[in-house]
Nanobody
Framework: QVRLVESGGGSVQPGGSLMLSCVGS????????MAWFRQGTGKERELVAAIDNSRSYYGGHAQGRFIISRDNSKSTVYLQMNNLQPEDTALYLCACRTSYQGGRHNPGEYGDWGQGTQVTVSS
């Protein structure tokens, strides 16, 4: 099992930016695909972005505004979020993929989760 700890959330105005970080421990970090999901109040958990060791993938709402990256030497995955909008308000969770039975957008593919960091966008 890998322990994941997120940080970097907060409150910003529309159009603002935030950088989220997720530090992992307990496994060889570089061996796993990582992802950021988000879950708004009363909403289903949805994929924001995912990254393996060669490519990154984005949910439609994140494409062109968010950038996922990783530094395996620091066991850390990042999410740079730009031009944030009120609809981006959610709890953002880091996840480690432990199953490859389905698509990367499926939360069930991820066996390890952090506690999440809250992002609130309002004027």
């Amino acid at each position: 099992q890998v322990r994941l700890v997120e940080s970097g959330g907060g409150s910003v105005q529309p159009g603002g930016s935030l950088m989220l970080s997720c530090v992992g421990s307990g496994r060889i970090f570089s061996g796993y695909d990582m992802a950021w999901f988000r879950q708004g109040t009363g909403k289903e958990r949805e994929l924001v972005a995912a990254i393996d060791n060669s490519r990154s993938y984005y949910g439609g709402h994140a494409q062109g505004r968010f950038i996922i990256s990783r530094d395996n030497s620091k066991s850390t995955v990042y999410l740079q979020m730009n031009n944030l909008q009120p609809e981006d308000t959610a709890l953002y969770l880091c996840a480690c993929r432990t199953s490859y039975q389905g698509g990367r957008h499926n939360p069930g593919e991820y066996g390890d989760w952090g506690q999440g960091t809250q992002v609130t966008v309002s004027s």
